[in-house]
T-cell receptor, first 111, second 116 residues
Framework: AQTVTQSQPEMSVQEAETVTLSCTYD???????LFWYKQPPSRQMILVIR??????QNATENRFSVNFQKAAKSFSLKISDSQLGDAAMYFC????????FGQGTRLTINP | EPEVTQTPSHQVTQMGQEVILRCVPI?????FYWYRQILGQKVEFLVS????????KSEIFDDQFSVERPDGSNFTLKIRSTKLEDSAMYFC??????????????FGEGSWLTVV
């Protein structure tokens, strides 16, 4: 069975600072995708970034980047220059089509 | 940018009533999904649908649930006899392809179902 664990229920960061959200996972598959989704108070699920497991290069999308450590089964999200609009619940997810989600990390941005 | 749309955004229903949640997936997408998120909990996979049939379903998706693509654009989730524990946010999602082919699942804004 595939599992995803987010060990930080809540995180906070000062505006303009950098924050890293942790995610570990377990799977017996050799090829898979990892995702970070953002869920603001509106509760919509918004894709933040995607990483293919067969690619060694870490994915980057503007201020968002990941640190993918395949051997350690770790997939952390780094948000640089945090903005007030980044405040949300962040979910790590594993899979290709049937996604398995972590419990989420609530990120607060302090002005 | 194309998006998945869902209706209603919020529905309150009496226990035992039937509910139909509707979704319009992104137009060129071929794979459709329903996920559920009970308040304060993680998002859970319910079912995937392709070529007018269920391709995979979770143990949550029991006989009370059904899905249908009644026409070329809508994708529906029906709950036949709602229970209090069905109260949750239901997300519809779609993707262009299947498997490790570079496709991403895009989610709708969700339909919040409250069973009283």
């Amino acid at each position: 069975a595939q599992t995803v664990t987010q060990s930080q229920p809540e995180m906070s960061v000062q505006e303009a600072e950098t924050v890293t959200l942790s995610c570990t996972y377990d799977t017996s598959e050799s090829d898979y995708y990892l995702f970070w989704y953002k869920q603001p108070p509106s509760r919509q699920m918004i894709l933040v970034i995607r990483q293919e497991a067969y690619k060694q290069q870490n994915a980057t999308e503007n201020r968002f980047s990941v640190n993918f450590q395949k051997a350690a089964k770790s997939f952390s999200l780094k948000i640089s220059d945090s903005q007030l609009g980044d405040a949300a619940m962040y979910f790590c997810a594993l899979g290709a089509q049937k996604l398995v989600f972590g419990q989420g990390t609530r990120l607060t941005i302090n002005p | 940018e194309p998006e998945v749309t869902q209706t209603p955004s919020h529905q309150v229903t009496q226990m035992g009533q039937e509910v139909i949640l509707r979704c319009v997936p992104i137009s060129n997408h071929l794979y459709f999904y329903w996920y559920r998120q009970i308040l304060g909990q993680k998002v859970e996979f319910l079912v995937s649908f392709y070529n007018n049939e269920i391709s995979e379903k979770s143990e949550i998706f029991d006989d009370q649930f059904s899905v249908e693509r009644p026409d070329g654009s809508n994708f529906t989730l029906k709950i036949r006899s709602t229970k209090l524990e069905d109260s949750a946010m239901y997300f519809c999602a779609s993707s262009e392809g299947w498997g490790l082919s570079g496709n991403t699942i895009y989610f709708g804004e969700g339909s919040w179902l409250t069973v009283v």
